[in-house]
């Protein structure tokens, strides 16, 4: 998600209108290394704008282990210490899904609806499967691995964004991402055989989710953008 070609996904849903403000502020939630807020500060650099760049992620080592010039704040997505309406456009990319409750997914993007401006803008991408069947199978394969995310489907996340959101801006796929069981062990090696194990189990319900279903395992996950405009 760090290449410019990723990035260029969430930031073409930025209107035009926003890249004539002379000193916009943009805030990448969940932002890790930065490259997110970066690409996009870029463009508005572009268009001659001096943007403020604000970086809000809970883990602090790679917040400021980033080389990314920025105001860094170490905050839950929930509860960011900025002002009301204070800030143009958000971004939010492949954060909600780590919240188990979607009652606190819901949370984010009120506090998102919250510090932006009138008429400011949310970007945000989701995990999205096509179908309930399949985002269920996929929750319960990393539930299975002892990873408690809550995925959900492209219907009900859009949904989601417009019960905080009363207008929805623009809707487009997003990129996928494919990873491997050997990429995944480089992160859990100590769960690698219960993860061959389960999906070994569950190949009839992983089918619509797994690229390979022959060891050594693989699977994609889609993701949705959306973006969502302050009244």
């Given at each position: 998600?760090g290449?410019?070609?990723?990035?260029a996904?969430?930031a073409?849903?930025?209107?035009?209108?926003?890249?004539s403000?002379?000193t916009?502020t943009?805030v990448?939630v969940g932002?890790?290394q930065?490259?997110?807020?970066?690409y996009v500060?870029?463009?508005?650099l572009?268009?001659g704008?001096k943007?403020?760049?604000?970086l809000?992620d809970?883990?602090e080592?790679a917040?400021y282990n980033?080389?990314?010039q920025?105001?860094?704040?170490?905050?839950?997505?929930?509860?960011?210490?900025?002002q009301?309406?204070?800030?143009?456009?958000a971004l939010l990319?492949?954060?909600?899904?780590?919240?188990?409750?979607?009652?606190?997914?819901?949370?984010i993007l009120?506090?998102m609806?919250r510090?932006?401006?009138?008429?400011?803008?949310?970007?945000s991408?989701?995990?999205s499967?096509?179908n309930e069947?399949?985002?269920?199978?996929?929750?319960?394969?990393?539930?299975?691995?002892?990873?408690?995310?809550?995925?959900?489907?492209r219907?009900?996340?859009?949904?989601m964004?417009?019960?905080?959101f009363?207008e929805?801006?623009?809707?487009t796929?997003?990129?996928?991402?494919?990873e491997t069981?050997?990429e995944?062990a480089?992160?859990?090696?100590?769960?690698?055989?219960e993860a061959?194990?389960?999906?070994?189990?569950?190949?009839?319900?992983?089918?619509?989710i797994?690229v390979?279903?022959m060891?050594?395992y693989?699977?994609?996950?889609?993701?949705?953008?959306v973006?969502?405009?302050?009244?």
């Open positions: 998600f290449s410019a070609e990723n990035c996904f969430v073409e849903h930025i209107p035009s209108r926003l890249f403000l002379e916009p943009i990448d932002a890790s930065g490259t997110l807020g970066q500060r870029e463009q508005f572009e268009h704008s943007p403020r760049l604000i809000v809970m883990n080592s917040l980033s080389g990314v920025a105001e860094k704040i170490v905050s839950d997505a929930k509860r960011i210490p900025l009301d309406a204070s800030v143009d456009v990319r492949s954060v909600l899904h780590y919240e188990s409750a979607i009652e606190n997914q819901k949370k009120e506090e609806y510090v932006l401006t009138p008429g400011g803008i949310l970007v991408q989701f995990g499967f096509q069947e399949d985002t269920d199978a996929f929750n319960n394969m990393f539930r299975s691995f002892g990873r408690d995310v809550n995925f959900v489907s219907e009900a996340g859009i949904e964004h417009k019960s905080v009363s929805i801006a623009k809707v796929d997003g990129p996928s991402l494919t069981m050997d995944f480089v992160r859990m090696s100590g769960q690698v055989s061959n194990t389960y999906i070994s189990e569950h190949l009839d319900e992983l089918k619509g797994l390979s279903t060891s050594p693989a699977w994609s996950v889609p993701f949705t953008i973006s969502c405009v302050k009244k």
